[in-house]
Nanobody, 127 residues
Framework: QVQMVESGGGLVQAGGSLRLSCVLSGGPFSFSKYSMAWFRQAPGEEREFVAG????????YYADSVKGRFGISRDNAKNTTYLQMNSLKPEDTAVYYC??????????????????WGQGTQVTVSS
């Protein structure tokens, strides 16, 4: 049974930074066999893709809204994916979820392609 636990969310002023972490445990495959991504969902909105990283960590992908401000990375030795968020804006306020899909599928911005999800962590950016 795959478990994914996010942490690092909180309240921050506009222009500030946060670093989210997501630890994956359990399941039939090792962490390095998954492509990983972060999504977010604001109240009344659909869940949207934020960033993704390939199983090697060499390839990263970002939504246009966060390019240049957010950075995704992974540490396969620690079974952990990170999302470094800089220059935060009030419109970044949302619940942030990490997601995993088998590496053979690659990173995608479609929620339906991810098999495993964390419980979410709240990020609130005040103006």
């Amino acid at each position: 049974q795959v478990q994914m636990v996010e942490s690092g969310g909180g309240l921050v002023q506009a222009g500030g930074s946060l670093r989210l972490s997501c630890v994956l445990s359990g399941g039939p495959f090792s962490f390095s066999k998954y492509s990983m991504a972060w999504f977010r969902q604001a109240p009344g909105e659909e869940r949207e893709f934020v960033a993704g990283v390939s199983w090697t960590g060499r390839n990263t992908y970002y939504a246009d809204s966060v390019k240049g401000r957010f950075g995704i990375s992974r540490d396969n030795a620690k079974n952990t994916t990170y999302l470094q968020m800089n220059s935060l804006k009030p419109e970044d306020t949302a619940v942030y979820y990490c997601a995993a899909t088998p590496a053979l599928y690659g990173v995608t911005d479609s929620t339906t392609r991810y098999d495993y999800w964390g419980q979410g962590t709240q990020v609130t950016v005040s103006s």
